[in-house]
């Protein structure tokens, strides 16, 4: 069975930088991508960004595009997603999910089939 | 605001039917599958159906899913007080070349 696990919650202050992270058994790396997605306190899912552990090839969401950074390590099956500068607007649950893409007869079939229980960062001014 | 658009509420009562609707556009529903997720409270999300229709094992088959042109629907059958939750209908948009999600229907069981 494929597992996600996130790090622990994180409480920091604005302009301090951050590292969170997400481990996958083997499976959940190979042929998949890893994405992204912030839920603020009470609001919906967002979509951050998207990465390739193959080729390291990653597709941000314009709003999240140059305040965040994605990456993974595909030796030790291990997303990342990186702040330099936190803002006080960044507290949120940050959730990766396994990518799953499938091309069956030239369509292209996208879903998020397994989950991480998502890492809370809290960021004061 | 959300790409996709769903009611941000709902509510039945126990052992009622439910629709939840999504509607997009060209770009993504209109060219590419929905997938629909369930979240429960204080949960991370969960993959409910995904390209259209289909239903992960384990999923009860009180859930289905339909599609037409640029909209969905999530229909709950025979409705549970644990089916209490948010749902989040998702679809790959050919513009951003990124999925997009709905706001979200938080859905009470009275």
């Known amino acids: 069975e494929v597992h996600l696990v996130q790090s622990g919650a994180e409480v920091k202050k604005a302009g301090e930088s951050l590292r969170i992270s997400c481990k996958g058994s083997?499976?959940?790396?190979?042929?998949?991508?890893i994405t992204w997605v912030r839920q603020m306190p009470g609001k919906g899912l967002e979509w951050m960004g998207t990465?390739?552990?193959?080729?390291?090839?990653?597709k941000y969401s314009p709003p999240f595009e140059g305040h965040v950074t994605i990456s993974a390590d595909k030796s030790t099956t291990t997303a990342y997603l990186q702040w330099r500068s936190l803002k006080a607007s960044d507290t949120a649950t940050y959730y990766c999910?396994?990518?799953?893409?499938?091309?069956?007869?030239?369509?292209?079939?996208?879903?998020?089939?397994?989950w991480g229980k998502g890492t809370t960062v809290t960021v004061s001014s | 605001q959300s790409v996709l658009t769903q009611p941000p509420s709902a509510s039945g009562t126990p052992g009622q039917r439910l629709t939840i609707s999504c509607s997009g556009s060209?770009?993504?529903?209109?060219?590419?599958?929905v997938n629909w997720y369930q979240q429960l409270p204080e949960t991370a999300p969960k993959l409910l159906i995904y390209?259209?229709?289909q239903r992960p094992s384990g999923v009860p088959d009180r859930f289905s899913a339909s599609k037409s042109g640029t909209s969905a629907a999530l229909a709950i059958s025979g409705l549970q007080s644990e089916d209490e939750a948010a749902y989040f209908c998702e679809a790959w948009d050919d513009s951003l070349s990124g999925p997009v999600f709905g706001g979200g229907t938080k859905l009470t069981v009275l």
């Open positions: 990465t390739d552990p193959t080729d390291f090839y990653t």
């Open positions: 083997g499976s959940s790396f190979s042929d998949s991508w």
């Open positions: 390209d259209n229709t």
């Open positions: 060209g770009s993504n529903i209109g060219s590419n599958f």
């Open positions: 999910a396994r990518h799953l893409i499938e091309v069956i007869d030239a369509y292209h079939h996208y879903r998020m089939d397994v």
